[in-house]
Nanobody, 121 residues
Framework: EVQLVESGGGLVQAGGSLRLSCAASGFTVDDYAIGWFRQAPGKEREGVSCISPRGGSTYYADSVKGRFTISTDNAKNTVYLQMNSLNPEYTAVYYC??????????????WGQGTQVTVAS
């Protein structure tokens, strides 16, 4: 059974850092593109980052370049999103998703339930 479980969210002060984890089961994350998304209250879900199979390429939304880093630990079958220099604008529910259909990060077949990130003023 394919499953994605996010963790690592919580409350952090402005300027702080968090590392989100996306633990996968039922497939190998190194074989597929994995994306991170976020959804703030009252707003649509937006793409944040994506890592291609084998970690060959990484992609970031302009709003987070230089601040977020996506990576994979193949031994743990887990994808991470390191978030630094956070401010309240980054408060949202963060989701990871798997591109099992191999659409080059254009579409995703499986989604996690999300983890809440709240950045205090």
């Amino acid at each position: 059974e394919v499953q994605l479980v996010e963790s690592g969210g919580g409350l952090v002060q402005a300027g702080g850092s968090l590392r989100l984890s996306c633990a996968a089961s039922g497939f190998t994350v190194d074989d597929y593109a994995i994306g991170w998304f976020r959804q703030a209250p009252g707003k649509e879900r937006e793409g944040v980052s994506c890592i291609s199979p084998r970690g060959g390429s990484t992609y970031y939304a302009d709003s987070v370049k230089g601040r977020f880093t996506i990576s994979t630990d193949n031994a743990k079958n887990t994808v991470y999103l390191q978030m630094n220099s956070l401010n309240p604008e980054y408060t949202a529910v963060y989701y990871c998703a798997a591109d099992i259909s191999r659409t080059y990060c254009r579409a995703y077949d499986y989604w996690g339930q999300g983890t809440q990130v709240t950045v205090a003023s």
